[in-house]
């Protein structure tokens, strides 16, 4: 996908231009051919210049973006990593030398003890993202790479970003051989071939990292707190829910299938159910519709509360449901008219006017609000559908 600036700048000093100033000759498969005359040629030269001078400079700035990402990630890397290692200093790779001088700069023994852990996730982290990972499953007690589905994509992205920061994108052999070891298929690369770094792929890089370091924190959270893992399990909902709200059902619905797939479910059947009717969303947001419905086969919804029921009749575009039922949730302390309002189960609904109808009907007023109020109403449902 070409960045919006670059097709832009093709349509102002081409398109546009070609409508306006050049001649047109004849219209040939589907395209409109024009002529330029001579005094128009040195016009026409400079525009392209332009247009390279822009990819370049997009393309600059995408190698950029990556770079910034990794680095991004790699801080809230080090700082899992330190934090996992306060709490086990016992772990430590190796006794650490440390001068008197400096202890005695120390303000207390926890300063001695967080110095040594420094030490020991800088250390870490000079290694390779690999071995980073491999660091955090050995002070976590921790099964990482056998349990994340997406490793082959996940190393793949850091041998990119190495290629970006010293081969200007042009594949060598250490990148055909990091990326095969686990998994990646890289039949469709050879040795000297430039990698393309366009939008979707920075897109797919963002959405990975942050799958990865949600579940990467839920892992290590569930694993020390074992007699309150069903929290971490709560949380897990908490953040598919938000992920929901900005826009972005596929990592929501690539953790949700983590919570409720890759384990035994952790919670009480009302949190496994709002995860369902979640997860089911997210599909019928991707356009799964398939996956949606057997989403919501899988659970007996007979004895669920009205909430539930209004939920899956939103999801299954059930107009004339979701109105017979508004009334029986509106004073439901998760509902109410916040729920309707902000809920992403209901984001079809409401550009429905039969339920905007429905809605002035139950609470007295228009479902249209501010933006502070809309934000204040999010905000008061953020552990529900």
């Known amino acids: ?48 210049s332009e247009l390279i001078d822009l990819r370049k400079g997009l393309s600059v700035l995408s190698k950029s973006n990556l770079l910034s990402i990794v680095a991004t990630f790699d801080s809230l890397i080090s700082e899992i990593a330190f934090r996992a290692v306060r709490t086990k200093p016992g772990l430590y790779t190796e006794d650490r030398k440390i001068s008197l001088k400096d202890i005695m700069e120390m303000k207390s023994f926890d300063d001695v003890v967080d110095h040594v852990a420094w030490q020991d996730v800088q250390d870490c982290m000079r290694g390779s993202h690999v071995s980073q990972v491999e660091f955090l499953e050995k002070i976590s ?148 519709k398939e996956k949606m419905n057997k989403t919501l086969e899988s659970v007996d919804w007979s004895s669920s509360s009205d909430k539930f029921k209004i939920s899956m009749a939103a999801i299954n575009d059930d107009i004339d449901l979701v109105v017979k039922l508004m009334p029986k949730v509106k004073s439901d302390d998760d509902v109410g008219k916040e729920g309707f309002r902000s809920w992403p189960v209901f984001d079809s609904m409401r550009e429905q006017r039969k339920f905007r109808e429905a809605f002035s009907k139950n609470f007295g007023e228009h479902i249209s609000m501010g933006k502070e109020e809309l934000e204040k109403a999010s905000s008061l449902s953020q552990r529900t559908l």
């Open 141 to 288: 007690d921790t099964k990482i790479i056998e349990h994340f589905e997406r490793w082959p994509q996940y190393v793949e992205i850091f041998e990119r970003r190495n290629l970006v920061a010293h081969h200007d994108l042009i594949i060598n052999r250490m990148y055909l051989l990091n990326c095969g070891q686990v998994g990646y298929d890289v039949s469709k690369f050879e040795i000297g071939q430039r990698l393309i770094l366009d939008q979707d792929y920075l897109t797919s890089v963002v959405d990975l990292l942050i799958e990865f370091g949600i579940l990467l924190l839920y892992s290590i959270w569930k694993k020390k707190h074992k007699r309150d893992s069903a929290s971490a399990y709560e949380k897990l909902n908490d953040v598919a829910y938000d992920l929901i709200k900005r826009k972005n059902p596929l990592v929501a619905s690539r953790i949700l299938e983590f919570a409720l797939h890759k384990q035994t479910p952790a919670s009480d059947d009302a949190t496994v159910k709002m995860m369902t009717v979640n997860l089911a969303n997210c599909y019928k947001k991707l356009d799964q």
């Open 1 to 48: 996908m070409r960045p919006v600036l670059y097709d832009a700048q093709i349509k102002r000093a081409f398109v546009e231009k070609a409508k306006k100033d050049y001649k047109e000759i004849e219209e040939f498969g589907g395209f409109t051919i024009y002529g330029i005359s001579g005094a128009q040629v040195g016009e026409f030269d400079d525009n392209i």
